[in-house]
């Protein structure tokens, strides 16, 4: 069986720094590496990387410096780094699982464009970024063999936006891992002892960024608490991003800011239990690609309340209840439904397990493969390989 060589963008990889996208890398690039030890993967990172990270024997690691940690080192990276390792393995790909493509090659390319929330929310970013972002992806997307996406409305939307035919497209949902499962009462009890002194708590899980709309969730949770007498308190978990100062502003007017506990960024095992120990996942962003938090709730046997906003109603389906993000008292009327009615919550738990089932790693990596043989039609070497 002939093989090939696929340099693959994994700058991301970043150990204990894993967000989205990096979990996408981990779970798709471990499952199909191994898979697919005929071939051989060119792993480009922008600076020291973990072991962890090289997932079978067939994964080459290349660091390839500077450190993409500014636009101008980003189009350095890509278009003047990226082509010489490609000249240099005789690449017969460039998967690029961040959306970053190279305008300076005629190697077949790959792109995952998760969402294009910049597109819609510039004014949520830094200007050099929003600004690079907006230039540079309808570029990424023209010069591109084919691009993967992971949901149906995020394929909708770039081939909206970018004038793509949306035959070029390919989906690849996101999944969550197993080990997001149920606790059992002692065991959610351990949890909330640790984090919210026994209390119950709703939960927020991602980057502190203006389109997740943490804000509008205060503003909510202040809401909630005027209108009960509960003890429920709310965990923002994740670390910050852009533009936070809004969160802070809003934080130091809540009359009930004791009840609001952020954690920054926490383990892959101390997430699991935090899920699922939580009264209720509320996830109300203004914008999302696909939403992996609501598929993590699912998985740990907690409810979920999100937004009735852009790809999230096609990942949750009939298990969530849905909020208008623009309207704390929507959401705030929703976590009062909930916090109140524990048979409403069995029954959206029960419909969260059968949601999260059509979410799969193993399913999206075979996704991404087939993208994969598809990225170059007469490539005989790629196409005599199948997804196992």
Known sequence: MCSS???????????????????????????????????????????AYDPQFIFSGNVTPVVLFPPTRHPLLWKLWFDYRVPGILRKYQADLFLSPDGYLSLRT?????????????VHRP?????PISRYYNRYFPLFAQKATRIATVSDWSKEDIATSFHIDPRKIDVVYNACSSAFRPLNRKEQQA?????????????????????????????????????????????????????TGNIANRLATMKHRDAVIFTGRVGAEELHQIYGAALALTFVPFFEGFGIPVVEAMGAGIPVICSHATSLPEVAGDAALYADPHQPRQIAWAMQKVASAEALRN????????????????????????????????????NSSHVS
């Open 191 to 243: 949890v909330r002892d640790q984090y919210t002194a026994g209390k119950p708590y709703f939960l927020f899980v991602g980057a502190l960024h203006p389109r997740k709309n943490i804000e509008g969730l205060l503003i909510a949770f202040e809401e909630y608490k005027s209108r009960t007498s509960g003890e429920e308190k709310l965990l923002v978990v994740g670390g910050k991003m852009f533009k």
């Open 5 to 47: 060589d696929l340099v693959v963008n994994t700058r991301l990889l970043l150990k204990e720094r894993l967000e989205g996208i990096g979990w996408f890398m981990v779970e798709t690039l471990s499952r199909m590496t191994r898979a697919h030890p005929e071939h051989r993967f060119i792993f480009l990172f922008d600076r």
């Open 123 to 127: 004014a949520d970013l830094p200007g």
């Open 106 to 118: 005629g190697v077949p390319q790959l792109p995952v464009i998760h969402d294009l929330n910049f």
């Open 347 to 382: 029954l959206m738990i029960e419909k969260g397990f059968r949601q999260k089932e059509k979410f799969s790693w193993d399913r999206s990596a075979e996704l991404l493969w087939a993208s994969i043989l598809k990225t170059d039609r007469k490539s005989t070497r790629l």
